[in-house]
Structure formats: structure tokens, C-alpha cells
């Protein structure tokens, strides 16, 4: 079936604002319903942007990149909720670029005040700017918010869907509509007469939809219950299709070389060796690299390793020293933010003890599974791509750009991701094979990226040193000050998105730390950005990763100066400034049987950090082994305001912590001679599986919060949750990441 297109046969928009706009302050172009990008074929009707209705079924369209976090499940689940239709016998279908599916879940993250302290009206003021996401294409998957994006929006659309096809059948019997009920995929008559979907659908396309009330919880069959994974089959039998696994007829598989010293200029190459390779047919020039092209995908590797280079150096300092040089001059200059500044945080209180400590964390690579790939074909009036991504209307611009096309020329078809982690947000391995099927038009062409070329040419999370003063009287913080220096992950993502990098004070580069839930008398964060062109941008739970550990740490290192147990201490400046926050650690708490003492041989240590609007709490338990330190136990509470899906939920948390712990030990990108020198997993390392806690227990709160993410929030406390574990077991506190430079782990 061939959806996809600028608009539809015929538009059919559902009348909320869920679904397709919203009041942007008087402005017409945000206020104004997007087009449905869905074209149906003959003989198919989309009543919606999401609800693709045909004679063999009903189609989903969940329009967000499915990376392994289950989104397509979660969004196919809330439609079917309303539409009274198993999951099971549901299509789902990523759907094609389009404005009408912007992120609506990002609204509260644009504030610059913590999300825990959020009113109802900065809450509506946050969902009211999300629909300016729609003027800049913010066709997005991250920051934790697909599920805050979808909840209402597939339920509204599902609704709307079921009493517009109640409207066509109601017409068809000559009965009234409140009359029908639906279930199993039909509307049922009360004399047990049965109209499927399919047989309504041309009908129902006649007819305005209708805006349905949504069910409420006390009478959901679905949500709130963990569903199977939609794919968890095709996974399992090898059947799923990646951007690596598409294969068309004809296709030439090539490979990616490009400069090292990232930014620098190609000055000249010599293909000859590569020429030689068997199964190698062409070097192609790409401008700053080339991409060997050949009938094999392994003879196309090794053809890009034996080509000659002439490179020119990158625009950023050379080495790990250098770089971090370059933050200490940060600290020195003028802050970008200071987002928290309650009290005095300069004088120290009479009577108090201080606390300092400096801290440091590296670059790291996003290191998905699959490495990036694209494939294109270049018909000549028409590109079509396959791109396993986060941002498909820029990654269609991208390729527009490339091949000197209209965007309407372009087909985008977004597959399945083997990881992302914000690395597929980006535009570049999608761009660089829309050049190369550019320059071989008519010849589909698979361009991939060996796992060397990814890892040495991320964006990557950036690194960041960090000066942290506090002080503490009467067991409890009465004063923190924190100065936080690295580069904008920001910036360079901005730029993506939206053509330029925002001025003013950058929330991302301090989130973790001024915006957790304690009551502090004196305190005050401030960040400060290092300006060079290495490529950094959003990595799994973006600044919460590096200041999760930093400010997590330091209150740790407080909780031991004022004699405190460490759990404690947290929850007496928790329980009045966030009772939500405080149930999650205090019910990590509980089901790890906290008790603040540890008998010899082993450690524990708690972490929490309030994240994507979500408070996660860890504990980490260590064992002294003759073998080395061993991860032995892990206790994870959480409360995303609404579990729509459990084992989801769990699956996210238990993934986001291991996610944390394998960079915390293992990890780091570091530079020598103006190139990153780590090229694969054996030494970019992370924890396996007889090195994983042998128990972890996950503990979900349902507060009634408003839904919440839950891919990201559980990878921040990981890092402070293991050090404050080490701490406890050693005495000895870590301060630099990766802890593997500092401690003996089991291997």
C-alpha cells in the first residue's frame, strides 16, 4: 500500500487539539490543523492520522522511531483501548514525515524550572508552546516523551474512529447510534448483527468525525496491563527488518570512510588498494570522504580501510587534556545559567562544616547495537530512502537537499532501530546516503557504517568537570554550590532542528542538578559552556547522565560529612518539597531492606535523580570477591504517574540502569592527535552478562501524577547509586568516571 503523500484523497482530522493543533498565543500557522499525511490507495480510507482502515483490516500509524523501547506497542495498545479491537489483529506502521505528527510531549521540558515544581497552569502553558513544534517539523522520538505524546492523542484518535464508524453503521440499520456497541473490530447491532470495520470504513469517510469522550480508567481492558510486544515475534524469528537488514534488487552495498580529525578537510585520496579488493567496484568521492562501493558488504569494508588518505585537521583541541583545559577556562568566565539560586549560596553558615569535591566525567558513544545505515535509490525525478531514525521530516529535507529534489519527491521509509540513544537524531548517515545514490542513480545502494566508523564520528555525550561546594549543620544540607563546565549537547541538536542554536541559559547542560527535589536553604547551580566544533549532542537521558552522578555524589559526600545515613538524609529534604519523589525513595527503601549497614565484604549505595519528569531511585549492591568486585544486586523504584504498560515500564528501567552502570564502569571516548582513540566494543566495554546483578527488583508507584517518561529516567541514578556502593564497600570515593580506571571489577 503506497500511503504516502503531501495530503489525502480527503483530509479527516479529528476535531481535538490532541490530535492536530492547538491555540500557539494567536498564531494562525500553529493554530491551523495540520495535513494528513496518509494518501490511502483505492479502496482504503484514513480517518485519521493514525487510524488506516482497509478490507484486510485496521492500520495503526505510530509515527515515532521504535528503537526497541516498545512504542509501537504502547501507541497500538491506547488506540485499541477506544477502539475495541484487540492489539493483536492491529497493523502497526511507522507512517511517513509529516507535520501532523509533532511532538506534543516536550512542553514541559521547554520551561526553564524544574518539571517537579511545574503548576497546573505552567503545565498548560508548556502543552500550549509544544504546538509551535509543528512550525519546526518537531517530528521527534526522545527526551522520554512518547508515551506523554501519544496517551491522549491514540485514544482520542481510537475514539474518534469507533463513533464515526457507529455514525456509518447506525445510517446503514436505520437505528440510533447509542444504540451499537462495539467489539472485536465490528460494531454489533442489538439484534447480534455484525458490521466489521472494513465494511464501514468507505462510509464512515462520508461522514464528519465525531470527537468521542474517552473511556474512563475504571473501565479500561487494556491499558494499565502489560501487553505482548507487537515485536517481539518478528524480533525472535529473525524477520524484523532494520535499516541493515533492507535489500532490493540489484543493490550495491559501499562503506564510509571519512576524516578522523572530525570537521577537517579531504585534501586528496588514492583508491588504488581499494580497487584492488575483489568484489570492489568504484570509490566514490563524497566531498569529506568516500564510500567504497562493491557487491558484498564485507569486500566494501575492507575496500574503505585500504584506501589512502590525505587528511586536514579537525577545529577542536587535540587531546583529552587539552579539551578539559578548555573547561577549567569555561569555570573562569561568565555562567550561561543560573537556574537555581535560592538564600546565600556565597557566605557559609556559622556553625557549619564544608564540603568540596571536584568531579569529571568523559565523552561517550551512543555504541547502538546496529551501527548507522541507509539505503537510497535515485529514480531521477524521485529519491526513496530507508533510514532507521529519530526526526524524519529533517532526515527527508536531508536527502531532499542532497539529491536536488522537492521533499515531495522523496519517500522516507523509517525502519526499526537496533538502539539509538539520540545518535539516529541526527541527519548525517542519512544525508551521506542520499549523496552517494545521487551520484549512482538509478542503482540502489546500501551505505553502511562499520562499527570503527560510527564510534569515532558520534556526537557524543559530552564530557564535563564539575566544582561542587556545599555545607551541612545538624545532620541536613544547608548549603550547595555547584559549577558545572562542558560543551552544549544543546547547540548542536538545535541546530538540527531548527536551523540555528538558541541563545540564553541552557536548561539541558544543568538538568540533574538544579532542578532536584531538595529543600535547601542556600543553593545555587550554575553552568558554564566550553565553545569548539566537536561534535557533541543528546545522549540516554541527555544532561541527567553526567550531572545524575555529579550532584547525586556530592549529596552523598554531605550525607557522610554530617554523619547522616545517606537515604535518610535525601528524605529529610525530600518529604516537603516533593512527596512524589520522596514515596520512590522511600519505597527503595523498602524493598531492598535498607537498613544503612552492610557486613564486611559488601557495599550499598542509593542514587536518585528526578528526570523527563519522572523521580527513579536505586540501589546498588557490591560484593568483595577474589575475583574483584562484583555487581551482586539492584532495587529500582519509580513512579511515571501512570503505568500503562508494567512489564514495559520495568523493561525500560531495568534497561536505562544497565545502560548507566556498563558507562559508569567501562566507558569512555577520549582524543589523542585530534582523533577519538576507542573504535569498537573492546574498548568501549559494558557490563555482561556474568558481570550483571544477579537480582534486580523493579518497584513501580502509580501516584496519579500525569503520565511521565520512562525510557530515559533510569539510566542517571545508575552511576551515583554504584560509586556511593564502592564507597561503602572501600572507603574510597569516586570522583572521575569510569570507575574501571579506580576499581577491580569481576571481567
Known sequence: MSRIGKIARRTFLIGSAAIVGGVAFGVYAARKPAPNP?????????????????????????????????????????????????????RIEHGPPGKAYYNRGMGGQILPVPEYKLSGWQEALGEQLSVAGKLFNMQVTGGSTSTVDGYEKMRHAGASARETLKEAAAQQLGVARSTLKTEGGAVVAPDGTRLPYPELALAAAEIDPIVA???????????????????????ATGTAEFSIDVRLEGMKFAALKRNPYQG???????????????????????????????????????????VVFDWGAGNYPATTDAIYARFEEALKGDANSTLLDQGDADTLPQGAQEVSADYQVPY????????????????GDRMELWSGNQIPIHCRAAAAEEAGLDEIAITLHTTLMGGGFGRRGFTDFTRYAARLATKMQGTPVQLLWSREEDMTHGYYRPGAIAKFRGAVQDGKAVLVDGRIAGQSATASFMKILLGIAPAGPDKIHVEGAFDQPYAIPNARIRGYLAKFDLPVGPWRSVGASI?????????????HAAGADPLDFRLQMMREEDPRSAGVLEAVRDISGWTGKTPEGVGRGVGFCYSFGTPVAEVIEVHQTEDGIKLAK??????????????????????????????????????????AEQMNFYDFDAVRMNTAPEVVEVKIIESGHRV???????????ASALANALFDLTGQRARRLPLADQFDFVV
Open 38 to 90: 496518509l494518501r490511502p490507495e483505492e479502496g482504503e480510507v484514513a480517518l485519521n492520522p493514525y487510524v488506516l482502515i482497509d478490507a484486510d483490516g485496521v492500520t495503526i500509524i505510530v509515527p515515532k522511531a521504535e528503537m526497541g523501547q516498545g512504542v509501537q506497542t504502547t501507541w497500538a495498545t491506547l488506540a485499541a483501548e477506544e477502539l475495541d479491537i484487540a492489539p493483536a489483529d492491529l
Open 213 to 235: 469522550d474517552l473511556r474512563p480508567r475504571g473501565d479500561w481492558r487494556l491499558l494499565g496491563r502489560s501487553q505482548p510486544r507487537h515485536d517481539q515475534a518478528p524480533k
Open 264 to 306: 577537517g578537510a579531504m585534501n586528496g585520496f588514492d583508491p588504488a588498494d581499494a580497487l584492488a579488493i575483489p568484489g570492489v567496484e568504484q570509490v566514490v568521492d563524497l566531498g569529506d570522504g568516500v564510500a567504497v562501493v562493491a557487491n558484498n558488504s564485507w569486500s566494501a569494508m575492507q575496500g574503505a580501510e585500504a
Open 364 to 379: 561517550l558513544s551512543h555504541a547502538q547495537m546496529e551501527p548507522l545505515s541507509a539505503t537510497a535509490i535515485h529514480h
Open 547 to 559: 550531572n545524575g552522578f555529579i550532584f547525586d555524589s556530592f549529596i552523598d559526600e554531605m550525607a
Open 634 to 675: 539492584a532495587w529500582i523504584a519509580v513512579d511515571p504517574g501512570l503505568a500503562i504498560d508494567p512489564a514495559n515500564i520495568e523493561a525500560q528501567m531495568f534497561g536505562g540502569m544497565m545502560f548507566g552502570l556498563s558507562a559508569a564502569m567501562h566507558q569512555q571516548i577520549t582524543f589523542a592527535d585530534g582523533a
Open 708 to 718: 511521565s517518561g520512562v525510557g530515559e529516567p533510569g539510566t542517571p541514578p545508575a
